[in-house]
T-cell receptor
Framework: EAQVTQNPRYLITVTGKKLTVTCSQN?????MSWYRQDPGLGLRQIYY???????DKGDVPEGYKVSRKEKRNFPLILESPSPNQTSLYFC????????????FGQGTRLTVV | RKEVEQDPGPFNVPEGATVAFNCTYS??????FFWYRQDCRKEPKLLMS???SGNEDGRFTAQLNRASQYISLLIRDSKLSDSATYLC???????????FGSGTRLSIRP
């Protein structure tokens, strides 16, 4: 079954404590990305990756890091989380052609206190 | 101006009604267009792609108007299960950039 798996689904943490949200896809997709979703703002892209070892900033990259050491994995790292990073996060993957569908993970609801 | 704009709603319509959403986009070079559906607190899922000639999938019809830079989604004979947020998605000339609208919330009442 084609899927994108994110972990954890829910996370409450304290300001400044480093955390990593994992994302893995089993479709051999080249393209992976991270979004955050906030009320009234829709989905905003944080970082994306076109392939292994190729990553680039999206629209709201501040405070986040990513890595793409393997094709299937694209972890999101918050080195020093702050309360304004409280949000719903989605990882997505898609193939390289323009009209291909994006598959999303189930989301990670992060609360930073 | 946002790159992709949608009326946030909510649209509250009775079961069986026909409802239509529009979405406008600002980049005339956009090449791909989609409608996604998102249920409350769940991940977005592809509802349908939107092709230049328009396309239909059961009760759902999508249209693209390049001249006016908007896409539309029509839902006929709406069901309670159609209640969700509908996201307009516009892509550029490569897979690297797809932009999501903020979504239109639809609520179908019995």
């Amino acid at each position: 079954e084609a899927q994108v798996t994110q972990n954890p689904r829910y996370l409450i943490t304290v300001t400044g404590k480093k955390l990593t949200v994992t994302c893995s896809q089993n479709m051999n997709h080249e393209y992976m990305s991270w979004y955050r979703q906030d009320p009234g703002l829709g989905l905003r892209q944080i970082y994306y990756s076109m392939n292994v070892e190729v990553t680039d900033k999206g629209d709201v990259p501040e405070g986040y890091k990513v890595s793409r050491k393997e094709k299937r994995n694209f972890p999101l790292i918050l080195e020093s989380p702050s309360p304004n990073q409280t949000s719903l996060y989605f990882c997505a993957s898609r193939g390289f052609l323009m009209n291909t569908e994006a598959f999303f993970g189930q989301g990670t609801r992060l609360t930073v206190v | 101006r946002k790159e992709v704009e949608q009326d946030p709603g909510p649209f509250n319509v009775p079961e069986g009604a026909t409802v239509a959403f529009n979405c406008t986009y600002s980049n005339s070079a956009s090449q791909s267009f989609f409608w996604y559906r998102q249920d409350c607190r769940k991940e977005p899922k592809l509802l349908m792609s939107v092709y230049s000639s328009g396309n239909e999938d059961g009760r759902f019809t999508a249209q693209l108007n390049r001249a006016s830079q908007y896409i539309s989604l029509l839902i006929r004979d709406s069901k309670l299960s159609d209640s969700a947020t509908y996201l307009c998605v516009v892509g550029g000339s490569s897979a690297s950039k797809i932009i999501f609208g903020s979504g239109t919330r639809l609520s179908i009442r019995p």
